[in-house]
């Protein structure tokens, strides 16, 4: 049970369920479509994602290692390192899953005749490591590697699967056997910003969360350098960024008669992140900090829950 937590469980179950919605909501359509065969077949997207799941959990364990004196002071009922699991083997635990994470990318990266592809899981465990030590600590960059990370989780979906890549430079709309689909491509682009902007907005508040500990630790957090409501009022500026083309994309959904997607986007995403971004700012304590950082996660699973409308209406 030690462990679990120590790996964030829940977490890592989110990231393989968005991964797998994705490829078999996204992907999948394709072939059907195309008739093109796909490089992520279900064993190799297993072997992709497990990727993506190995080198999420080292991350997890090398942020508590390095967080254990702020976790001391935020959330120290919460804490597993030290206390359950001695340091030094987090530590090679850690090394063990970014390993395996490599080899199972490397072995799709193989098969596809780009090693060039592994670059990305590289990136992620360097950008993991390095944010855990140093990003965490400083003004906004910690932030951006985080909503980075987790927009990779959806982009490398794109980067490894060689049928999407003739539609990057595709319209919105296509147009094939005579019935309008909304272009693969755009709907990852879509999901992958929407995770960017929020993920970014999350960080924020967690940050405005952690305020006490941070600050005591000598963290140059955003709430820490500009304060707790200048903060709260970035958090609605990029909540904005992020609703807006959600809003243009559901009228042009509703447009080409895709009314059942655009019609749950605005009820399920947009109407829930327009209240949050008005009500982010009411209070200034903990509790209530939490609980829109809680609220956030929600209307993230919400908008991956749009996905199975996609499907159902691409095959419709």
Known sequence: MAWLKLIRWKNLLIVFLTQLLVWACVLLPVKRYTGTPLLLGPLH?????????????AGYIINDYFDIKIDLI??????????????????????????????????????????????????????????????????????????????????????????????LTQSYFLQIHSEWIVNPVWVLGVYTYFAFTLTWMREIVKDMEDYKGDAEEGCVTMPIKIGLLKSARFSQLLGVLAITPLIIGSVKLCSKEWWALGLYMIVAVIAPLAWWILTVNNKATTEHYARASRNLKLIMLTGIGSLIIYYLQTNG
């Open 45 to 57: 997207f297993l072997f992709l994602s497990l990727s993506t799941v190995l080198i999420a959990a």
């Open 74 to 167: 935020n959330r120290p009922e919460k804490m597993v390192l030290e206390k359950r699991i001695p340091r030094r083997f987090a530590i090679l635990s850690h090394s063990a899953l970014n390993i395996a994470g490599l080899l199972l990318a490397a072995y799709i990266a193989r098969r596809a005749g780009h090693y060039e592809w592994l670059l990305l899981q590289l990136a992620c465990t360097v950008l993991l490591w390095f944010y855990s030590s140093h990003f965490k600590r400083r003004f906004i960059t910690g932030n951006v590697v985080v909503a980075l990370l987790t927009a990779l989780t959806v982009l490398s979906l794109l980067v490894y699967e060689p049928a999407l890549h003739p539609y």
